[in-house]
């Protein structure tokens, strides 16, 4: 008789048990030589950080295989680039008029399958932070040969021999997709929900769900970085990295001025909307003026404390952002900050799906319950200079 577990949705909010890390395991788990998915959307968030164990799966001579759906332009470019890197085939499924919506993910060897079957999309969401349900059914062989033979027919209805709605992706498939915007890249994807949402500016505090950040993107997904300089103004270009989000830990100046990492910059301009078209006005004659993002990103921020206790809330509020040369980093402004904030707090920027908003930007205190578990998103040390190094990590 095949077994049936759940994961659990609360388990996978609050960072117990979630998909990404159960598909890790297997993916390491000499038990099992070929690896199938079937997905709705997809973002390259969760390839990137199955990526090491995709290339070691590959390198053994296992098999792995795909298939997407680009409905509602849910999967992105950076994902179906990495899905031709990494698999042996790659299908996309789409008919108009209805919805590809499956979530399958099935592990197959010599005695055992293992099949996870759910709601989780191959998304950050999807594998880590959000509530999601889905049902880990284990057949062991040759006894519970017929479950295997359902997953199978499962895959195979949908491949184009079947089903006249899949198609072999390749790379001219995947640029014609994208010419005809049905794919777009993931910096496109986040502009055109933040334009679909009526939401307004203001930032409500959130319930106090006490949630375990998603795993920080490997280092070496972002590009190395180089010497940063403010450059002749051009279109932003997605960052490689495919990155939802910055923590960083900051320390305030006295003047309200906080100094964003410079490897942070180098890594993903794009994610800061640089470079910056505007100048400042320098304040004495003669003095020197310096780029700036123009005009101010708008940015909802809030602070919490002990117990997240919301110390600070600041809706919508107007973040003086400048390119300061001499040291070729970004300082922001945000002077309520002072005497609220202590040094190596962590901040948590991510782009604002409110209509009007640029960022939400959390900072936790070291108070915060949900502090140890953003400064272990921070995978990446900035130079101290003789204090103790703040860090920082794309998630």
């Known amino acids: 008789m095949p077994t049936i577990e759940i994961l659990k949705p609360f388990d996978a909010a609050v960072g117990n048990r979630r998909l990404l890390g159960e598909l890790k395991n297997d993916l390491e788990s000499a038990e099992f030589n070929d690896f199938r998915l079937i997905v709705a959307y997809a973002k390259a968030g969760p390839l990137h950080r199955l990526k090491v164990q995709l290339e070691k799966w ?3 001579g296992k098999s792995f295989r795909a298939i997407f ?7 992105s470019k950076e994902a179906l680039d990495l899905a031709l890197a990494l698999c042996d085939e790659v299908y996309i499924t789409q008919e108009r008029g ?3 919506h499956p979530k399958a993910y099935i592990f197959s060897g010599a005695n055992k399958v293992r099949a996870f079957l759910g709601s989780n999309n191959m998304t950050v969401g999807g594998t880590e932070t959000n509530f999601e349900a889905a049902v880990v059914v284990d057949a062991a062989l040759p006894a519970d040969n017929a479950v295997k033979t359902d997953l199978d027919d499962m895959w195979d209805q949908l491949l184009p021999a079947q089903c006249v709605a899949t198609r072999p992706l390749d790379q001219a498939l995947l640029d014609q997709l994208v010419a005809a915007g049905d794919v777009l890249d993931e910096s496109a994807l986040r502009n055109s929900r933040k334009k679909a949402t009526k939401t307004n500016k203001s930032s409500k505090p959130k319930a106090g769900l006490k949630l375990k950040p998603p795993s920080p993107l490997p280092k070496g997904t972002t590009p190395a970085p180089t010497h940063v300089a403010q450059p002749a103004p051009v279109a932003n270009t997605p960052s490689t990295a495919s990155a939802g989000g910055l923590a960083i830990q900051i320390k305030p100046h006295h003047n309200g001025e906080i100094f964003l990492s410079k490897l942070a910059v180098n890594q993903n301009p794009a994610f800061f909307g640089f470079p910056f078209t505007g100048m400042t006005t320098p304040k004495t ?4 003026p310096y780029p700036q993002r123009l005009p101010d990103p708008v940015v909802n921020i809030q602070v919490y404390g002990t117990g997240r206790a919301l110390l600070l809330n600041l809706p919508a509020y107007d973040l003086n952002t400048v390119f300061y040369e001499p040291n070729s980093e970004i300082r922001v402004t ?3 900050l002072v005497g609220v904030v202590p040094d190596y707090s962590v ?4 782009p604002s799906q409110i209509a009007g908003v640029d960022y939400e930007m959390e900072v936790h205190t070291p108070q915060s319950p949900d502090y140890p578990a953003w400064v272990a998103a921070c995978n990446q040390q900035m130079p101290g200079g003789g204090q103790v190094p703040r860090k920082f990590g794309w998630f």
């Open 69 to 75: 759906g680009i409905d509602q332009q849910g999967t």
């Open 58 to 60: 590959k390198a053994d």
């Open 285 to 288: 004659a003669g003095g020197t």
């Open 334 to 336: 945000a002077s309520p």
């Open 347 to 350: 901040m948590v920027i991510t």
């Open 98 to 100: 209805i919805t590809f």
